[in-house]
């Protein structure tokens, strides 16, 4: 009961990101916070809270040292997940953007796996082109469809996270290297404010705005990964990414609690398809993976 409830409050966590994001991005024609600055305030303030709870909990003390856990490519990509996801949801709906940003990240890890010479069998297979077929309708031209530019950049958000996923496996404190590449990400802080200078971008925000985006990085991004770090410990990296298969609901339900938005008949079927695909195709590798084994 301790472990489902922990997990439970690290994916309410993971989703309430896309809620504040959505809340403080995309107010309509008053928003709370501009983008750029919502970007800077949630990656400053996971950067403290990660590590604050480095210092507290001792995490690579001993085998490492301070700021040479991480990389510079992974605090990139860290970095382009976290803008791209901020701009997104100027005009992204909550639910939608948490379906692509899943779909995408899951993309990008399948794909690695089958350039690196995986297999997948035709259960799998069935899977996959399910939910690739579930997301092309997604995004497709029509009246519910989301904005073909925030989708786009909802799709690198999940690209950038994927490959930030694919660089962190297999580090011996998780921890520690994401505390180093949130402190990391800063530094490409600058030059994102010099674009938005040059672009002549209005940079805004109300208290209630940086307040949302300091939860979001301090909250729902540096608890929730600490927590999911101690999570995957002990359910495992497959039974991990079928647990992620609740998040795009939850943060659906989310915006219907707390941004007022409604359910599209395209939401739900492309949601059943793409979260049902990618579950046959995880638990079909996982089959695969252990009648190799045995």
């Given at each position: 009961?301790?472990l489902?409830?922990i997990?439970?409050?690290?994916?309410?966590?993971f989703?309430?990101?896309?809620?504040?994001?959505?809340?403080?991005n995309?107010?309509?024609d008053?928003p709370?916070?501009?983008?750029?600055?919502?970007s800077?305030i949630?990656?400053?303030?996971?950067a403290?809270?990660l590590?604050?709870?480095?210092?507290?909990t001792?995490?690579?003390?001993?085998?490492?040292p301070?700021?040479?856990?991480g990389?510079?490519?992974?605090?990139f990509?860290?970095?382009?997940?976290?803008?791209a996801?901020?701009?997104?949801?100027v005009?992204?709906?909550?639910?939608?953007?948490?379906?692509?940003?899943?779909a995408?990240?899951?993309?990008?890890?399948?794909?690695?796996?089958?350039?690196e010479?995986d297999?997948?069998?035709w259960l799998?297979w069935?899977?996959?082109?399910t939910?690739?077929?579930?997301?092309?309708?997604?995004?497709?031209?029509g009246?519910?469809?989301?904005?073909p530019?925030?989708?786009?950049l909802?799709?690198?958000s999940?690209?950038a996270?994927g490959?930030?996923?694919?660089?962190?496996?297999?580090?011996?404190d998780?921890?520690?290297a994401t505390?180093?590449?949130f402190?990391?990400?800063s530094?490409?802080?600058?030059?994102?404010?010099a674009?938005?200078?040059?672009t002549?971008e209005?940079?805004?925000?109300s208290g209630?705005?940086?307040?949302?985006a300091a939860?979001s990085?301090?909250v729902?991004?540096g608890?929730g990964?600490?927590?999911?770090?101690?999570v995957?410990?002990?359910?495992?990296?497959?039974?991990?990414?079928?647990?992620?298969?609740t998040?795009p609901v939850?943060a659906?339900?989310?915006?219907t609690?707390?941004?007022?938005?409604?359910?599209?008949l395209r939401l739900?079927?492309?949601?059943?398809?793409i979260?049902?695909g990618?579950?046959?195709?995880i638990?079909?590798?996982?089959?695969?993976t252990?009648?190799r084994?045995?």
């Open positions: 009961m301790r489902f409830l997990t439970s409050l690290t994916m309410i966590a989703a309430a990101n896309s809620v504040l994001a959505r809340i403080a995309g107010s309509g008053a709370l916070i501009d983008p750029a600055s919502y800077a949630r990656l400053i303030s996971g403290i809270m590590a604050l709870l480095v210092e507290l001792g995490s690579g003390s001993a085998r490492s301070r700021f040479q856990s990389s510079w490519a992974s605090a990509a860290l970095f382009a997940y976290a803008v996801f901020s701009y997104a949801y005009a992204l709906e909550t639910g939608i953007g948490a379906l692509i940003l899943f995408c990240v899951q993309a990008t890890m399948i794909g690695w796996a089958l350039k010479g297999r997948p069998s799998e069935l899977g996959l082109a939910a690739f077929g579930a997301f092309i309708w997604l995004v497709s031209p009246l519910s469809a989301p904005e530019w925030a989708a786009a909802m799709a690198v999940g690209v996270w490959a930030y996923s694919l660089r962190g496996r297999g580090l011996p998780p921890l520690k505390a180093d590449n402190v990391r990400s530094v490409f802080l600058i030059p994102l404010g674009i938005v200078l040059l002549g209005a940079a805004h925000s209630r705005g940086a307040v949302l939860i990085g301090a729902t991004s608890l990964y600490a927590l999911w770090y101690r995957l410990r002990q359910i495992g990296a497959t039974q991990g990414a079928i647990v992620q298969l998040v939850i659906a339900v989310g915006g609690l707390f941004a007022a938005e409604g359910w599209s739900v079927v492309s949601s059943l398809l979260l049902g990618v579950a046959v195709a638990l079909a590798k996982q089959h695969r252990r009648r084994a045995g």
